[in-house]
């Protein structure tokens, strides 16, 4: 038998993270694309928290995720209504916990786009806690897979400017590509700028 450590971990989020960047580009609510990425961080994470081995993680990183959670479910708690009146105008006041009940309002103006969110917020903390879990070598072994998701993105941004300098692809993914597989050009340039730091790590000390 090898004494070899297990790397099912790595192979695990490395996955998560090189389907992120291929379908996770876009920016609209309610995408499909999006809770598949949800749904996969959450369960690799849990696969990884499973593990009786694993590095500690710092007690630190892990409240300021949960007061970052918390102070997101607060928004979407009714609360008395006296305490809002007071300290925002009736336009920025949220909706009645109630259909024409007033006692109770909650904080959040979009209870639905902030459960959106919370989901984000969940599926990203429980990735990033996953992560610290892992063993330093493991987490270097996660920047092939950013490579792979950038390389992949490089390549369609290529292909798209070679074509024209104003190309949408649309039915491939349930929004429309305009940069790289992402649907924001901007967002398609801060990946590439992001990466260059990564970039010069692994070619100066890997």
Same mark, same amino acid.
């Given at each position: ?124 903390? *429980? ?11 493991? &987490?270097? %072994? #996660? =920047? @092939? $897979? ?9 390549? *369609? ?11 949408? &692809?649309? %039915? #491939? =993914? @349930? $929004? ?22 990564? &970039?010069?790590?692994?070619?100066? $000390?890997?």
């Amino acid at each position: 038998m090898s004494d070899r450590p297990s790397e099912w971990d790595k192979y695990l989020l490395g996955s998560v993270l090189f389907i992120s960047l291929l379908i996770g580009g876009g920016t609209a609510s309610g995408l499909y694309t999006d809770t598949l990425i949800e749904v996969a961080a959450i369960v690799s994470a849990a696969a990884v928290f499973s593990q009786t081995s694993g590095q500690r993680i710092p007690y630190t990183i892990l409240w300021l995720l949960i007061f970052a959670v918390a102070l997101v479910i607060l928004q979407i708690v009714p609360l008395p209504a006296a305490i809002l009146n007071g300290l925002r105008p009736e336009p920025l006041l949220g909706d009645s916990w109630l259909a024409g009940q007033s006692g109770f309002r909650f904080v959040s103006v979009g209870v639905g786009r902030t459960i959106e969110c919370l989901l984000y917020l969940v599926a990203s903390a *429980a990735f990033f806690l996953s992560v610290l879990r892992l063993r330093t070598e493991q &987490v270097q %072994g #996660l =920047l @092939p $897979f950013f490579f792979m998701g950038v390389i992949c993105n490089g390549l *369609a941004g290529a292909i798209q400017y070679s074509l024209s300098d104003d190309i949408a &692809v649309e %039915g #491939l =993914l @349930p $929004f429309t590509i305009n940069a790289g597989l992402f649907a924001n050009e901007n967002h398609f340039a801060a990946l590439l700028f992001v990466s260059i730091p990564f &970039v010069a790590y692994y070619s100066l $000390f890997r």
